[in-house]
DNA sequence: GTTCTGCCATAACGATCGTTATGCTAGAGC
DNA sequence: GCTCTAGCATAACGATCGTTATGGCAGAAC
């Protein structure tokens, strides 16, 4: 199968490619060529594993969006304070980024200004959204706050705040101070320090 | 001069067109044609205006700056007290809404995951970042905060997230509810409620 | 050893991109 | 009236886009 043994599988050196150049120069202004010339694969190749260019952005995002699920339940394993639980976003999100080594702030907000309606890959958008508010409401449940649906959607606030900022930061580099997912993350402990009604233990 | 006489000037027309366009289906995604289409401008007179492309986004991104500068300063001009100030960036955002009917979060968020840098219409990005955060840290002193600058942040992230939420509600229309903005601003106005130190009149 | 499959390299396709060139017409200024 | 300017419409430029076609080669299957 593999012409060269050693190297990864033909689809995963796609969306390795594919995915780190959408991500660092946008996929608009990605051309097809691009990926080819990374991965190292011939244009024949592409559309026998994917249906064109569309396919390929679909399939990044889904794996990525896969990915950060992963992460996000990874950490969460690693928590049992419920509190510590909700803000397990913004570690999770910091761990994905150690791991994948994305400076430039969230793929899915940049897809989201990108892509047409009706593309394929909007579906992974709406999943990340989904995956996003179910959990912290369900999270925000857990830890006994008055109202989960306010507390999902002020921590989510300041999360798209500092992934936002992380995609600014990179045109104004320079400017801002600090790593903008810590002083989120503070932020929405101080705030939630308000928020959360001790709950009396039931045992 | 024009020649029709009760249209606006061609410059006006193209910034008009172009600015509509690049917002909507993003700057990437619009071609010279169709600007030059809705403008109902030739393409020699476009290149008589503007330097190309690059300059027409610069010049869009411009004057959607001072757009935006002016809204701000008309809604600071109304208010005296100072926390009303610092929450005011809420309420020129949703005036400029409802003035410029941008349904699609910041434009200047969009051109930050568009525009390659080195690219003209960065300087704009940069001004936008950096009227934000001093302003805001500006409005923070003049509050009596303790600390001005931890306060400009937290209202920053909140902004960011409000924004960013915009557009990715473009993308998933339908699946979130209520005004970002409108969570946002209470938001705030409650986070900053611990963190205002009431400062003695000095009258 | 032959066949078959997966992938390669190269080239070409039509379409669209940003840009420039060529005439032409309508109004302003003298 | 004449000139000059500003903008018009159309067409063409080379480049690049996403996509498809062609031919060849290496390793697996049998």
Known sequence: MPRDAASRPVRER???AAGELFYEYGIAATGV????TRARVAPATLYAHFSGKDGLVAATLERRF????????????????????LLSVFDAVTRY??????????????AATELPPGHPGQQWLAADS????ERLHDLAGAAGVADPTAVADGLLALYDG?????????ATSGLDTGDPLHRAR??????????????????
């Open 130 to 133: 989904r995956l996003l508010t």
């Open 97 to 110: 980024r150690a791991v994948e080594g994305n400076r430039r702030g969230c793929a899915f907000l940049a």
């Open 66 to 85: 896969r990915q950060w699920q992963a992460v996000w339940d990874e950490v969460l394993d690693e928590r049992t304070d419920p509190v510590d639980r």
């Open 162 to 170: 500092a992934l936002a900022r992380l995609a600014r930061q990179a």
């Open 186 to 203: 503070r932020m929405a402990a101080d705030w939630l320090a308000g928020q959360v009604r001790p709950v009396q233990p039931s045992g």
């Open 33 to 36: 060529d691009a990926v080819l």
């Open 14 to 16: 796609l969306l390795d």
